[in-house]
Each structure stands twice: as C-alpha cells, then as structure tokens.
C-alpha cells in the first residue's frame, strides 16, 4: 500500500504561483500514472492534471493548460504540481493520486490519494 503525503499549499494573491508536492511512501510509485484533482467548496471534484509512466505523458484540464506543470521524480518518489498565474478560482483542497490505469481524468482510475492540501487565492 502507498501512502501519499501532499504538501505545498497555502494562501497566495491571484498571479502568484505555488509548488505542490506529492511525497510517497510504502513502496515506490514509479510504476503508476499520477494525478491532481481538486475540490471547491460547495462543487464536484474536477480533474486538474495527469502524468503517465511510460512515456511521460501529460493531461491538463482546459481551465488550467498553459498555468499549471505537472512532473514526477520517480527516484525521490515524489510528484509535483506547479501552478502559475493563479486566479481566484483555483481556490479548493488540491488531492494527489497514484496508481492510476486508464481513464487518467477520472477519480475511480487512481487506488491511492493523499490527504489534500488547501489552495486559496486571493483577489
């Protein structure tokens, strides 16, 4: 079983960026497809981006493509979410994944998450 520990977070004025980080532990996660999904208040939670492992492949939802890079270092076990140019939308909990396999935009493709770390952005 992996655990994922996400980190990162925190209270940032809009057009400032931030580093989320998706620490593993239990066993590497370098053989899994990776993920970001978050959740706003009083909303769904919404895809936000992905990362395969055999090509490095890369997936962005269309409301943040050309803000947010995900990447993976698999020898530290540990993933990445950089966001730039931050607008207040991007407020929610911002969840890591692992494990995924097909259908990399859908939660129910990932067997593991992290516990969530908050994003706010003000206006």
């Known amino acids: 079983q992996v655990q994922l520990v996400d980190s990162g977070g925190g209270l940032v004025q809009a057009g400032g960026s931030l580093r989320l980080s998706c620490a593993a532990s239990?066993?590497?996660?370098?053989?899994?497809?990776m993920g970001w999904f978050r959740q706003a208040p009083g909303k769904e939670r919404e895809f936000v981006a992905a990362?395969?492992?055999?090509?490095?492949?890369?997936y962005y939802a269309d409301s943040v493509k050309g803000r947010f890079t995900i990447s993976r270092d698999n020898a530290k076990n540990t993933g990445y979410l950089q966001m730039n140019s931050l607008k207040p939308e991007d407020t929610a909990v911002y969840y890591c994944?692992?494990?995924?396999?097909?259908?990399?935009?859908?939660?129910?493709?990932?067997?593991?998450w992290g516990q969530g770390t908050w994003v706010t952005v003000s206006s």
């Open positions: 990362i395969t492992w055999s090509i490095g492949n890369t």
């Open positions: 994944a692992s494990g995924g396999s097909h259908g990399l935009t859908r939660g129910y493709a990932y067997a593991d």
């Open positions: 239990g066993r590497t996660f370098s053989s899994y497809a």
